[in-house]
T-cell receptor
């Protein structure tokens, strides 16, 4: 089974702090994604990566950056956390480019910025 | 642009009732369509998918038919159980999208009472 793990289930940070959210997968998938989930808005794509050191902006990249130094790990970075970044963050992975291939999701990190 | 619209929730049903969750989409081209489910405290899991018009996706008693003429992909189940209580997301992926980007609806919460 594909396993996607996220470093924390719950995180509380203060405004202005630098925050790292980590995602690790064990299935050698090329593609990794970061989404945020907000009530009434569904999931929105922040960034994705299709290979090591490769990254592309999603729909809402402002205030975020990412790092992918190893194939199995994809980090989301909030350079200076703000209260409007309080949300549930979900990591996902996918093998290959076929539109038939499934995305596998981690359990999520619920981040609260005070 | 591409978008997905789901019916407002929460939907509250008694056990063994019939379920319909409406989903309509707007897309350029000819998308693939998906239903994901999120059980409490967990990440999203693929429930079913359909990749061309008139395809029926099915899994765990749930079904959805890709209707190109009405741009819809409604989720149905004949007899719900308490264990079906979850949040359901409709999503699309446009063809030729080698990024694998999914576009999600806002989610519909289903509560099933014994």
């Amino acid at each position: 089974d594909v396993k996607v793990t996220q470093s924390s289930r719950y995180l509380v940070k203060r405004t202005g702090e630098k925050v790292f959210l980590e995602c690790v997968q064990d299935m050698d998938h090329e593609n990794m994604f970061w989404y945020r989930q907000d009530p009434g808005l569904g999931l929105r794509l922040i960034y994705f990566s299709y290979d090591v050191k490769m990254k592309e902006k999603g729909d809402i990249p402002e205030g975020y950056s990412v790092s992918r130094e190893k194939k199995e790990r994809f980090s989301l970075i909030l350079e200076s956390a703000s209260t409007n970044q309080t949300s549930m963050y979900l990591c996902a992975t996918r093998f290959g480019t076929s539109e038939y291939n499934e995305q596998f999701f981690g359990p999520g990190t619920r981040l609260t910025v005070l | 642009g591409n978008s997905v619209t789901q019916m407002e929730g929460p939907v509250t049903l008694s056990e063994e009732a019939f379920l319909t969750i409406n989903c309509t989409y707007t897309a350029t081209g000819y998308p693939s369509l998906f239903w994901y489910v999120q059980y409490p405290g967990e990440g999203l899991q693929l429930l079913l998918k359909a990749t061309k018009a008139d395809d029926k996706g099915s899994n765990k008693g749930f079904e959805a038919t890709y209707r190109k003429e009405t741009t819809s992909f409604h989720l149905e189940k004949g007899s719900v159980q308490v264990s079906d209580s979850a949040v359901y997301f409709c999503a699309l992926r446009t063809r030729g999208s080698n990024t694998g980007k999914l576009i999600f609806g806002q989610g519909t919460t289903l509560q099933v009472k014994p």
